[in-house]
């Protein structure tokens, strides 16, 4: 063996002993290169010997020096000979560790690998499950085509095995067999299949990987084990959670319809563009009434939600993706407070998420303006992340928030990282291209930084100045004139190129200019960059047409140096310039056009975000990362137009739950379990809008009491609490021992009933227990009380009567859910909203019903003010003889809870009828939606009438725009609210506004002293000109020299707290605390000057 092992050694080369070499002695010996490989050899074969001794305690130190020199990277494969010996050793630390050092190099040493196989074999019984994974691992590792048959009956072997680490890596090795031997993919799919039926979580990731790279077409394989994974995502290792979400992501978007249509006709306006009124509101009724979410959706985004709050990254990001890519508009916000978390993390984690955050930002705004300032950019930040940050705050400038960020973009500019600077000029002129009001401050800007000493800003400076002048040229000689001075001092060519561009299309603007700029580019004509000789002939070209008696030699002079350039394309711009301009026989066609063809109007440039056109990858991939479809790319298909059968998800029972279960004996003994799970199902139905029919043991129970109106309140309120109590764990002895004698009471009335409804009770109890094996179990008091009402009645009501009782509960559990998880609506502040209109029954049912303790503190009162002012809507001289105006009632809208109530008056000036008035093309920005009102068919001459919108303004003070239209023409209109009527005025007591307050402090408020006569600030002053401004409502004060104002907002309900606090002499102090930081400082910019006001 010795010798096979020398022969081995010579035939391995020189160069892999050096390493070893290295590792071998501290001292090399100066005996050249002769004495380095005899130590090395040396080296080796004294742990050779240590391999074949006869002592384990060698061979295993043998083994840790070899496997700890594999971890260095040092190259250890010469020793393949003398370890696989070892790897029918009985003493298992040695046989983990050369099943270790195998699975490096059986892949580089395959020959001497395949001599092994029988031990591999063997190795596959062992009773130890670390052996049999680490021997399928090795097996896997060898890549030799002719093993294929021995791979395959291994994988099917331990995807059986008992324990679930085998059968992990049983699904491993499936990915590593498919990339030797593709045609043995149908066997592989079997394997697959089986391996996806368990219901391990230590197999489930690796399985779903395999899955992913064998057959991700597959969708069958998934629906049965869709609840399942959706319910083991939570206990799953963290990249096995990366796996199976994304693969969860692409089947949502197969097998479920669209959660965006319900706020399409609101959001996405460009598909109703060229569609009539009439067409629309059809479309919008037929889309609006039959979506409901799929339970099995709403399962999917319920259980990924907690793994947003992962210690990976990649986790998060991936839950971030899937509510990006399947949630409902509404609820993908809650993603934006954990990506903001992970910008706390490396650099490499924040560049990805900033640039999946840049992308979303394009199209919801709304979802990161509350973490503007998390997106400021840091000195020690990488240029890649501050251009990153850059791009989102210019994504999120609006009106209320560019005058904080172009001061911040101020300081940018000075920045020592000159290539961020340059960004940052970039951004200033994309903010003004967007946003109308600014546009002449930045133009001044930037004007301001052509006096910079950094050339690389001026350039810069001087390239976007020529896309905002392209705008609005007429009004900016003067700058173009101070451009054309800069010539002399700018070196850098794309500025110099963008001047010349700028004289040239201006020409006729600035006539003494433009000729002596030409003449003192003909003298370095020779010495320019290419790309400025072009600009040059153009600007020679121009000047030809527009005023030949200046510049006819100096255009001809250029066209000449020009004629013999080194650049063929300047030399083909020449040739080309002169048969244009320079009148000829040979003159074609065209010369008679070329003042048109040279001084066309050119369309601005349109200065959009680079991540424009990402959103079509999905979120979280490399495709997306380069913007380039990688390989293995798998996209997100569109969603379906009518939902396939959701029945191929079902597991034996589960479409039992949505049978009426009559209460009987099975049922009382999975009452503990069936409470949650069966409730959970009607805050899914309340809160997708689902026609899902399961039913409650509460429910039941409400049947029952609907039989004995005498005991009606009385039972109720007393069901009530006790649900109430055991959902917060605060259950009463005494409670404890009503509910047992119920328990028994009614179990004895069930059993009279057990004949003629036996099957029923058994099917009852497996869609129970199958229903609860993934919930935990809850306090079962409230349920059996509600039970035991039920049995006792169950004989008295017929089976119609009770479907007729359970729809007129439906109100109660949708309006009154004891079990309202708050899953996807996070309220900041305990704000309660309006109390909804409850039919009489059940005002008795939810009398001494209290949901918590913050809706009996904080309650939406009725506006103290409201002013008469009106807005002009449309002007009669605009609108043809139509006039509207529209004003804020500060009522709660009819149309929603969430949008702002608004009331048009229109008035036809005109001595002929107008026809049909309605609302035509809407123009909104992302978030906002309205509601318009219907249609007037005619409106009298001299006749008005007084119509309601509802709007919802996100929160904003953004325009609402959108048409009014009659029967012959459309006007554009526009409503933008002010700040005060985006509120709802909260009744509160001095103690809990305090309390709120306190909560509010640090970057949520915002304070101004305001100066003015003493006679403005009495309170009655100070409360008329508050409530006149904002629609809010005032606390009770305890002391005179402070006044409070609380209110919320209309669209997130956050609190709105205003104080006004004098000070001594002729102060006050207006302090806001709210999380709205953007609504409070506008309300802040509009109370300050009316309250210092006489």
Not at 408 to 430: N, P
Not at 644 to 658: C, T
Not at 813 to 838: H, Q
Not at 1049 to 1069: D, I, P, R, Y
């Amino acid at each position: 063996m010795s010798s096979n092992s020398f022969s081995y050694n010579e035939q391995s080369g020189g160069g892999e002993a050096t390493e070893l070499g290295q590792e071998a002695t501290s001292t090399i010996s100066p005996l050249g290169a002769f004495g380095l490989f005899s130590s090395d050899l040396k080296k080796n074969e004294d742990l050779k010997q240590m391999l074949e001794s006869n002592k384990d305690s060698a061979k295993l130190d043998a083994m840790k020096r070899i496997v700890g020199m594999i971890a260095k990277g040092k190259n250890a494969s010469e020793l393949f000979p003398a370890v696989v010996k070892n790897v029918a050793s009985k003493n298992i630390e040695i046989k983990k560790l050369v099943y270790v050092y195998l699975v490096r190099y059986a892949e580089e040493q395959q020959d001497l690998a395949l001599l092994s196989i029988s031990t591999f074999q063997r190795a596959l019984k062992d009773p130890n499950q670390l052996i049999r994974a680490s021997a399928l691992r090795v097996l896997s590792s060898i890549r030799v085509p002719i093993i294929v048959p021995i791979m395959m009956l291994a994988i099917k072997e331990a995807s059986a095995d008992l324990s679930p680490y085998v059968r992990k890596n049983a699904a491993h090795a499936i990915q590593k067999l498919y990339s030797l031997d593709p045609e043995q993919k149908e066997m592989l799919i079997e394997v697959i299949e089986k391996l996806l039926k368990d219901k391990s979580t230590l197999v489930a990731g690796s399985v779903v990987m395999a899955f992913e790279e064998v057959c991700p077409d597959r969708i069958d394989l998934i629906h049965k084990n869709y609840r399942k994974l959706c319910n083991l995502l939570v206990d799953v290792e963290e990249w096995g959670q990366v796996v199976i979400i994304h693969m969860l992501t692409r089947y949502a978007r197969t097998q479920f319809v669209s959660p965006w249509k319900e706020g399409d006709e609101l959001e996405d306006n460009e598909k109703n563009f060229y569609e009539s009124d009439d067409d629309q509101k059809e479309k919008t009724d037929k889309r609006k009434k039959p979506y409901t979410m799929d339970p099995d959706h709403r399962l999917l985004i319920r259980n990924t939600k907690p793994l947003l709050q992962s210690r990976n990254a990649a986790v998060v990001m991936a839950v971030a993706q899937l509510y990006w890519h399947i949630s409902p508009k509404s609820e993908a916000g809650i993603i934006s407070k954990s990506l903001v978390r992970l910008l706390r993390s490396n650099r490499e984690v924040q560049y990805i998420v900033l640039q999946n955050i840049a992308t979303m930002s394009i199209q919801r705004k709304g979802m990161f303006e509350p973490y503007l300032k998390s997106f400021y950019v840091r000195s020690t930040d990488p240029t890649m992340i501050k251009t990153l940050k850059l791009e989102i705050l210019t994504n999120l400038a609006n009106e209320a928030n560019i005058s904080t960020l172009l001061r911040e973009f101020q300081t940018y500019v000075k920045s020592q990282d000159k290539q961020f600077a340059a960004a940052t000029i970039q951004t200033i002129g994309r903010c003004a291209t967007n946003i109308v009001e600014v546009t002449d401050t930045c133009l001044n800007g930037l004007v301001c930084l052509l006096s910079n000493r950094d050339e690389i800003v001026v350039a810069e400076s001087v390239v976007v100045i020529k896309k905002l002048l392209q705008m609005q040229p007429v009004q900016h000689g003067e700058i173009i004139k101070h451009m054309a001075k800069l010539l002399d001092s700018i070196t850098v060519p794309v500025a110099r190129a963008s001047i010349l561009w700028l004289i040239g299309e201006n020409c006729e603007r600035v006539p003494k200019i433009a000729p002596d700029v030409l003449r003192k580019m003909a003298k370095s004509f020779t010495s320019e960059d290419d790309l400025v000789k072009l600009q040059i002939l153009n600007l020679g070209a121009k000047l030809y047409l527009t005023n030949s008696k200046q510049t006819k030699l100096l255009t001809q002079y250029i066209l000449n140096l020009g004629k013999y350039d080194q650049n063929y394309d300047i030399r083909d711009r020449t040739r080309f310039i002169r048969q244009l301009i320079v009148p000829n026989e040979k003159s074609g066609a065209l010369s008679k056009y070329a003042k048109k063809i040279f001084l066309a109007q050119k369309p601005a440039p349109l200065l959009e975000s680079p991540f424009k056109d990402r959103d079509h990858f999905q979120l979280g991939t490399l495709s997306h990362t380069l913007n380039i479809k990688a390989t293995g790319y798998l996209e997100l298909s569109n969603w379906p137009e009518v939902a396939p059968d959701p029945s191929v998800r079902n597991v034996e029972v589960i479409e039992l739950a949505k049978e009426w279960t009559p209460a009987g004996k099975a049922k009382q003994e999975n009452s503990a379990k069936k409470f949650y799970s069966e409730s959970e199902e009607e805050e899914d139905s309340s809160d997708s809008s689902s026609d899902s029919e399961s039913e409650s043991g509460s429910e039941s129970g409400e049947q029952g009491e609907s039989g004995e109106e005498g005991d009606s309140n009385e039972d109720s309120s007393e069901d009530s609490s006790s649900e109430q109590d055991s959902e917060s764990g605060r259950e009463s002895g005494l409670e404890n021992k009503r509910t047992a004698k119920r328990n028994s009471k009614a179990k004895g009335k069930s059993d009279s009933e057990d004949g003629e409804k036996e099957n029923e009770k058994s099917k009852t109890s497996d869609s129970s227990n199958a229903e609860s094996s993934s919930i935990e179990d809850s306090s079962s008091d409230s349920e059996s009380e509600s039970e035991s009402e039920s049995e006792s009645e169950s004989r008295k009501v017929t089976q119609e009567k009770e479907k007729k009782t359970k729809q007129d509960r439906t109100p109660l559990t949708k309006d009154v859910s004891l079990l309202d998880l708050d899953d996807f609506n996070p309220v900041s502040t305990p704000v309660a909203l309006p109390t909804p209109a409850l039919s009489p029954s059940l005002m008795a049912d939810l009398e001494g019903l209290n949901l918590s303790t913050s809706s009996s503190v904080i309650s939406v009162s009725t506006p103290v003010f409201v002013p008469t002012k009106t807005h002009v809507l449309l002007h009669r001289m605009s609108g043809k003889g139509l006039a509207a105006h529209y004003f804020f009632p500060r009522q709660p809208c009819i149309f929603g809870d969430k949008m702002v109530s608004i009331q048009i008056t229109l008035n036809n000036t005109t001595d002929q009828k107008i026809e049909n008035i309605h609302i035509g093309e809407k123009k909104l920005p992302i978030g906002l939606k309205m509601h318009v009102f219907n249609p007037i068919d005619s409106l009298e001459p001299e006749g008005s009438i007084t119509v309601s919108m509802g709007i919802d303004f996100c929160d904003s003070t953004q325009t609402a725009s959108f048409q009014l239209c009659t029967k012959d023409d459309c006007f554009s209109v526009n409503i933008q609210p002010p700040v005060g009527e985006l509120l709802l005025p909260v009744a509160m007591s001095e103690k809990d506004f305090k309390k709120e307050q306190g909560m509010l402090t640090g970057m949520n408020e915002t304070s101004a002293v305001i100066i003015a006569a003493p006679q403005n600030f009495t309170p009655s002053v100070i409360f008329q000109k508050v409530v006149n401004i904002a629609n809010v409502g005032a606390v009770p004060s305890g002391q005179d020299n402070i006044n409070r104002f609380a209110a919320k907002t209309v669209h997130s309900g956050s609190l709105m707290l205003v104080t006004v606090e004098l000070k001594e002499g002729s102060t006050a102090q207006l302090i806001i605390n709210t999380e709205k930081t953007v609504i409070g400082s506008v309300l802040l910019r509009e109370l300050k000057p009316v309250l210092s006001q006489g």
